[in-house]
Every structure is written in C-alpha cells, then in structure tokens.
C-alpha cells in the first residue's frame, strides 16, 4: 500500500532524562537501547503527534487557550469572508506545551518536565486561513441558514441549531492537518494504545493509575464493541500471521475471552503469557481498518520465545505495510534480526524479477508480502551520557536496524564466559 507521511520534526532540549536529541516522526518509527534511558517516553511522544489529529477533544485546548469561540464569531459573520486566520508557529508552540502534558497524563508523572520544539512539516504553510460562506439549505420557505467553513482542502458544513461537541474550528483545522501532513483527510481514522504486560487485562479486572493503561483498557473496550465490518479477505496474510504467532485463535464470547487451539479451547486466563500478550493484535486486525490505525506498541516481543519474536516481526511488517502507523520500542535483537531480514529481501525484490523473487521467497518459506520498505521508517537508539542524561541518535536503515544496543551484552557476556573457563581449565591444571 502506498501510504505518504510528511515527516514531523521534533527537536528536545529536555524531556525526563533525554537532553539535546532530534527526532523525526514517520509512519514507523522505532526505539531501542537500555533500560530505563527513555523509550517510553519518545513513543508516548511520537503517538502524541497523531492522537492530537484523532481525538475531538484534543485540538478544541487550542482554541479554548487562544480565546477563540466560533459561536460569537459567527455573530459577525456576513456573506463571506476570512472566519480564523491559525498560524503554523502559534500551532507549533502549543503542541509544544501540550504533548508535554499529554506524556504526564499517560505516565502518571505530574511533576514530568520538558522542553520540546515540534517543526510541523513544510506541507504545513505558514498560515492556515479558514474562511466561511453563509448559505440556506433544505426546501422552499423551509430553509435552515448554516456556515460552510472551507480551507484549500476541506470544507465543512455548519448548522446554525448545531449544538457543538467540538467547536468546529477544530473540526475542520484536525482534518486539514491530517490532509496535509498525511495525504488524505481520512488517511487515519483512530490510534489504540498496547504498552507492557499488556495481557492481564483480557482476564482480570484491575484498577489502571496511568493513562497509558487506562487508554489500553479503552482500546480492549472500543474491539469488542467494534462490529465486524472489514474485509478480512484483504488482511488474510495477516491474520495467518498471527494465528501462526499464537499457535491457534482468540474469540470474545458471552463476555470473555477464548482460546482455541487444535480443537479445544479454554479462558484466556489458562493460556501461555505470550497468547494474552498478543491477542489484542488478532481482535485489531479482525475488527478495524489496518491501514487507518495508529498503534503504540511497547515491547511486541514481551514473553515471547526467539522463535515467536521473530513471527511478531512478520506480524508488525505486514501491518506496516497495510498501511498502519507504529510506534515501538523493543528490547529484542531477534525482532530486529528479523525486521533486517525483511529490508534486505526488500532490496533484493527491488533488483530482481518477480519469478526469481517468488522462487526465492518459496524457498525461504516467506511470504512475499512481508518485504520491508525503509521508505517511512525511522530508527533511533537511546545512548547514556557520563553525567546520567541520555542522548538519541538516528540509525542509517539502509543495511537494517543496527544492533548497537545489544553489542555491549553480549561482548560483556563472551568476555565473562571466557574468563570463567580459562579459571576452570587453570583449576583443573
């Protein structure tokens, strides 16, 4: 699928323990390194980005802090003419402020300070104009006056009886955002929030004291509501993906879930950690639009065999390449051994004719559809400083996802394991 993103700047002077970094936000974007160094953080960051184009509450802050109010605006308003002139810089520097505080809500941190500068891409001009047109509707002596808002993108239709969830303002400014940085105004249509030791929730009931569990228990709630209403023929690659993942499928039934696995079938509660960690994934696939998702996925590979961390890379690359944004952070070099293999067979399908590329992936035992594009992939590894701050350097995707974070363990571990042996072998002298 051919999905475009302008990419989305954000320059940090300092945010938690993170100090002077860049990073840039794209379709996929992936954090790797240490414990403890600020991975949550630059994923929570990033989702931030398009939560503030989904949600109908978010952008409406903006307004409300500006002092700007459409209904006695519209009090003015006469034939046509400019309703609000938003400034990209004014737009910029509130997204600032309010991602910062979008991070306390999901961390749970109140006292989390930061100093960001967001850079909206160059699609973005540096002035949004939304103008309006008075017009009547309906039938003759029946007609109901409304406010047509449009920019050079959209436009929108306005009730004068229309009594507003979200000023519509915001309304029109969210989806021209989305149209400009994304393509299309419905290139996006709702983000669902997967963080750690995620598959409690499918079988106990617990209290959640973050935002970030209590918008994963909002995501558990709106997919078993959600009707069944997509083309599962299209995503078929991908459910196998994940039935192969989980050894067997995960239904909702009479209010619980279901494992189902060679013929029986138990709670979700009696199966292995790894299937309740990845359940969610089979429920989002089946019940939503995957290439109109945005995903915040913390540590795919949690619990999760070698072997099994290498499928969940299968299961992410084809979601990405459905069209789905992601935000990850991984702690797994067998995930991103497999996520390099994938841009490598990329690579070769590029130079090579379909007939031998088939063949190749025949024998590899791979799905064609699983070759990954770097094209709207950012990688970046979080680094410590000697002072205790750390630090964000971008990785160069074109031979893969670097290993770097994992080197140092497993040169330490070598270097133990050699040292133990030469003892015994002097011992035994």
Not at 97 to 121: F, Q, S, T
Not at 298 to 327: C, T, W
Request: net charge negative.
């Amino acid at each position: 699928m051919n999905t475009k993103m302008d990419t989305i700047k954000v320059s940090i002077k300092r945010l938690g323990k993170i100090s002077d970094s860049e990073i840039e936000i794209n379709r996929m974007v992936l954090f790797t390194g240490e414990s403890g160094l600020g991975k949550s953080y630059m994923a929570i960051l990033c989702h931030y980005f398009f939560y503030v184009l989904l949600d109908y509450k978010r952008m409406a802050f903006f307004f409300q802090e500006k002092g700007i109010d459409f209904n006695e605006d519209r009090k003015a308003f006469k034939n046509t003419g400019v309703a609000k002139e938003i400034l990209k810089s004014e737009l910029e520097a509130w997204m600032a402020k309010d991602a910062i505080e979008y991070m306390r809500y999901m961390l749970g941190y109140e006292k989390l300070n930061g100093e960001i500068v967001v850079h909206l891409p160059d699609s973005v001009p540096e002035k949004i104009i939304i103008n309006y047109e008075e017009q009547l509707v309906g039938f003759t002596d029946k007609e109901e006056p409304y406010i047509l808002l449009h920019t050079n993108n959209l436009s929108y239709r306005v009730l004068n009886s229309d009594n507003f969830g979200e000023t519509p303002y915001a309304v029109i400014l969210r989806h021209e955002l989305v149209t400009l940085i994304l393509s299309k105004f419905k290139a996006v249509t709702d983000s669902f929030v997967f963080p750690p030791s995620r598959g409690f929730a499918l079988s106990d009931q617990l209290t959640p004291v973050t935002g970030l569990y209590e918008s994963y228990h909002k995501t558990l709630l709106k997919l078993k509501k959600t009707s069944q209403d997509v083309d599962l023929e299209n995503s078929s690659e991908l459910i196998g993906s994940i039935h192969k993942l989980i050894d067997g499928k995960v239904e909702f039934t009479d209010n619980k879930f279901i494992y189902h696995n060679n013929g029986t079938e138990m709670p979700i509660s009696a199966a292995a950690a790894s299937i309740r960690e990845l359940a969610p994934f089979e429920f989002l696939v089946e019940k939503t639009s995957i290439s109109k998702d945005v995903l915040l996925i913390e540590e795919p590979e949690a619990h999760l065999h070698p072997l099994k961390q290498r499928l969940v890379a299968d299961v992410i690359s084809l979601m990405f390449n459905e069209g789905a944004y992601m935000q990850i952070t991984t702690h797994s070099d067998y995930f991103l051994r497999r996520l390099n293999e994938l841009i490598l067979l990329q690579r070769i399908k590029d130079k090579t004719d379909s007939e031998g590329f088939n063949e190749l992936c025949k024998s590899l035992a791979v799905d064609p559809n699983m070759a990954l594009p770097v094209d709207g992939i950012c990688a970046y590894i979080l680094l410590p400083n000697e002072d205790g701050t750390s630090r964000i350097e971008k990785q160069d995707l074109c031979d893969g996802v670097p290993f770097t974070s994992f080197v140092g363990a497993i040169e330490k571990s070598l270097s133990i394991l050699d040292e133990l042996e030469d003892f015994e072998d002097d011992e035994d002298c």
